[in-house]
């Protein structure tokens, strides 16, 4: 059996937006759940969710960027950017072709979808972003982090991954 080894770590979760943040949170008992604030709910019979707060998109991606990526790209981008600092690789000084991060994800671009299907069924379709199909798929925060840091990057479908730890 090969061996993987974690070398780094990096979350952006409804209780913090990073590693430190979020294990702090965690054993202090934080609740991440709260009133619904990214959209209005006044419709919906659900109020509460685990939104993540106070998340600065600019520090991780170029404004001009941020217009062709949905939420989950960035909010993976900032945590893949925690985790390679994490881990203290010297990519110059590694064989980019042994190095992998696996990002999993078990589906993207939600709002996208649903903003993108919106402005369609109301404006017409023509009106659709044309970075429709690369925001809503779930391997775009795979390819654009390897944009990134030039690395080999594998996507792992969302069902669940058994590693033997030794």
């Given at each position: ?22 294990w702090e949170a ?63 690789i010297d990519f ?75």
């Open positions: 059996m090969r061996r993987v080894v974690i070398t780094g770590m990096g979350a952006v979760t409804p209780v913090g937006n990073n590693v430190n943040d979020m965690v054993k202090a008992g934080k609740c991440g759940i709260g009133k619904i604030t990214h959209f209005n709910t006044e419709n919906s019979a659900v109020k509460l969710a685990g939104e993540v707060k106070g998340f600065d998109a600019e520090s991780i991606v170029d404004k001009a960027e941020l217009r062709k990526m949905d939420d989950f790209t960035i909010y993976a981008l900032a945590a893949a950017d925690e985790a390679v600092k994490d881990s203290a110059g000084k590694e064989d980019t072709l042994r190095c992998g991060v696996i990002l999993s994800s078990g589906i993207g671009g939600l709002t996208t979808i649903q903003r993108e299907c919106l402005r369609g069924e109301s404006k017409g379709y023509d009106r659709v972003s044309p970075h429709f199909v690369p925001m809503s798929i779930t391997n775009m925060a795979d390819s654009d982090y390897m944009e990134c840091v030039h690395v080999l990057l594998l996507h792992v479908p969302v069902e669940p991954m058994l590693l033997e730890m030794h």
